[in-house]
Antibody
Framework: DVQLVESGGDLVQPGGSLRLSCVGS????????MNWVRQAPGKGLEWISY????????YYTDSVKGRFTVSRDNGKNSLYLQMNSLRPEDTAVYYC???????????WGQGTLVTVSS | QSALSQPASVSGSPGQSITISCTGT?????????VSWYQQHPGQAPKLMIY???NRPSGVSTRFSGSKSGSTASLTISGLQTEDEADYYC??????????FGGGTKLTVL
C-alpha cells in the first residue's frame, strides 16, 4: 500500500526555520512528482510546492518563494521542505502529496502541524 | 496567485443532484485539461474524486462526475447521500505558476 509519512512539524517563533520531511513507501518514489499542500486551521487547502521525480522541475506558490525550498532524495524515498523566515500566516497542517503524475494528487500523508507564534 | 473561485456553500436533499462550479482563467482551467476535485471530511486528508476534468479514480462512485466549459469546471454529484456531506475543492494546473486550488465549497445534505 502507498504510504506517505510526514514529520518535523513544531512550534517555532516568527522569523525562525523548520525542515519538514516526508517518507514514501509502497511505490517507486523516484517515478512520481510530489507536492506540499497546507491547510491553515479552519481554512481551505493551499498548494505550496511541486517537484518532479528528477528534481528538474520545481514550482512554488508566490507567498513562499524565496523563503521555502523543496527537495527530494530518491535514494531515501524522501521529500523535504526547508522553511525559512517563517511568519504567523504560515501556521498550518502541511501535507505531503503524491502527484499521479498529471497534476492531480492521488495520495496524501496524514499531515504535520506547523505553528508559528511567539 | 489567486485561488480559483468556488461557491462557499451548496446544499441539497438526499437523492437530489447538485453542481459545484470552479471558475478560473485562461491561464489555468481554461488553458489545460488538468482539473481535479477533492472531497475532505472533517479531520481527514483530502480524497481524489475526479482527475483530468472528467475521470474517476478506481473506487469512486459513478455518482460523481466532472466537466469543463471554457474557464469554468464543474463537479456534479447525483443521488445525494448523507455521507457526501463534506468540503469539496477544485485544483488546476496553471502553467508556469504551478498549481492552484479553489477556495473550497461546503456541501450540506439536508
Amino acid at each position: 500500500d502507498v504510504q506517505l509519512v510526514e514529520s518535523g512539524g513544531d512550534l517555532v517563533q516568527p522569523g525562525g526555520s523548520l525542515r519538514l520531511s516526508c517518507v514514501g513507501s509502497g511505490f517507486t518514489f523516484s517515478n512520481y512528482p510530489m507536492n506540499w499542500v497546507r491547510q491553515a486551521p479552519g481554512k481551505g487547502l493551499e498548494w505550496i510546492s511541486y517537484i518532479n521525480g528528477a528534481s528538474k522541475l520545481i514550482y512554488y506558490t508566490d507567498s513562499v518563494k524565496g523563503r521555502f525550498t523543496v527537495s527530494r532524495d530518491n535514494g531515501k524515498n524522501s521529500l523535504y521542505l526547508q522553511m525559512n523566515s517563517l511568519r504567523p500566516e504560515d501556521t498550518a497542517v502541511y501535507y505531503c502529496a503524491r502527484d499521479r503524475p498529471d497534476w492531480a494528487v492521488d495520495y496524501w500523508g496524514q499531515g504535520t502541524l506547523v505553528t508559528v507564534s511567539s | 496567485q489567486s485561488a480559483l473561485s468556488q461557491p462557499a456553500s451548496v446544499s441539497g436533499s438526499p437523492g437530489q443532484s447538485i453542481t459545484i462550479s470552479c471558475t478560473g482563467t485562461s491561464s489555468d482551467i481554461g488553458g489545460y485539461n488538468f482539473v481535479s476535485w477533492y472531497q475532505q471530511h472533517p479531520g481527514q486528508a483530502p480524497k481524489l474524486m475526479i482527475y483530468d476534468v472528467n475521470n474517476r479514480p478506481s473506487g469512486v462512485s459513478t455518482r460523481f462526475s466532472g466537466s469543463k466549459s471554457g474557464s469554468t469546471a464543474s463537479l456534479t454529484i447525483s443521488g445525494l447521500q448523507t455521507e457526501d456531506e463534506a468540503d469539496y475543492y477544485c485544483f488546476s494546473y496553471a502553467g508556469s505558476r504551478g498549481l492552484v486550488f479553489g477556495g473550497g465549497t461546503k456541501l450540506t445534505v439536508l
